[in-house]
């Protein structure tokens, strides 16, 4: 069974550029769900895909957006990048739109930079 | 809207002593509850989570957690405290969105 993968690990990017973010979900969820951890804080809700649709979104400016395809995995992607975008991006899958109890899996993450 | 608050953003007990982390949720409905575990530059793993199954709940590595109705708690345990459990520590809360709300975090120090 392989876990949640995400890529890059890391990336530094320069103030109003844009940036792609991927994930490849756990084998057989069809649910991804991304969170912004700022340093020193907790995960926050950016937005969440269920069978390539957006099923729910957290308080995050359009410039944020996703995708998600057909095999679950899943791009977030940021235009215009502050340097306040400056965290740690994690994906996490789960089964059937993260039904409330649902364990979410978390991947490693990707580290942004905005200089 | 559901919230939880973690209570201390530092913990620093002796190895071997008892490990106490504080959660307290405010919710509209009955919640489900998690705690995860983050070690430095790692995504988070799920320990344990609260289902409306059972008031106790154990979850791996020894920990546990009791879900107090009348306190609006869900506190974090773990008997004996191990090096290898210093991390930072999240308790969350499903919001209805079917998304995870986090407390702040509290990190844990174990001591020699």
């Known amino acids: 069974e392989t876990g949640v993968t995400q890529s890059p690990t890391h990336l530094i990017k320069t103030r109003g550029q844009q940036v792609t973010l991927r994930c490849s979900s756990q084998?057989?969820?069809?649910?991804v769900s991304w969170y912004q951890q700022a340093l020193g804080q907790g995960p926050q809700f950016i937005f969440q895909?269920?069978?390539?649709?957006?099923?729910g979104r957290g308080n995050f400016p359009p410039r944020f957006s996703g995708l998600q395809f057909p095999n679950y995995s899943s791009e977030l992607n940021v235009n215009a990048l502050e340097l306040d975008d400056s965290a740690l991006y994690l994906c996490?899958?789960?089964?059937?739109?993260?039904?409330?109890?649902?364990?979410?899996?978390f991947g490693q993450g990707t580290r942004l930079t905005v200089v | 809207a559901q919230s939880v608050t973690q209570l201390g953003s530092h913990v620093s007990v002796s190895e071997g002593a008892l490990v106490l982390l504080r959660c307290n949720y405010s919710?509209?409905?009955?919640?489900?509850l998690f705690w995860y575990v983050q070690y430095p530059n790692q995504g988070l793993q799920l320990l344990l989570k609260?289902?409306?199954?059972?008031?106790l709940v154990k979850g791996i590595n020894g920990f546990e957690a009791e879900f107090k109705k009348s306190e609006t708690s869900f506190h974090l345990t773990k008997p004996s405290a191990h090096m290898s459990d210093a991390a930072e520590y999240f308790c969350?809360?499903?919001?209805?969105?079917?998304?995870?709300?986090f407390g702040s975090g509290t990190r844990l120090q174990v001591q020699p």
């Open positions: 996490a899958s789960s089964l059937d739109g993260g039904a409330d109890s649902n364990e979410a899996f």
């Open positions: 084998s057989g969820h069809n649910t």
């Open positions: 895909y269920y069978r390539e649709e957006e099923n």
């Open positions: 919710s509209s409905v009955p919640p489900y």
């Open positions: 609260y289902t409306s199954a059972a008031t």
């Open positions: 969350a809360v499903n919001t209805g969105r079917r998304a995870l709300t």
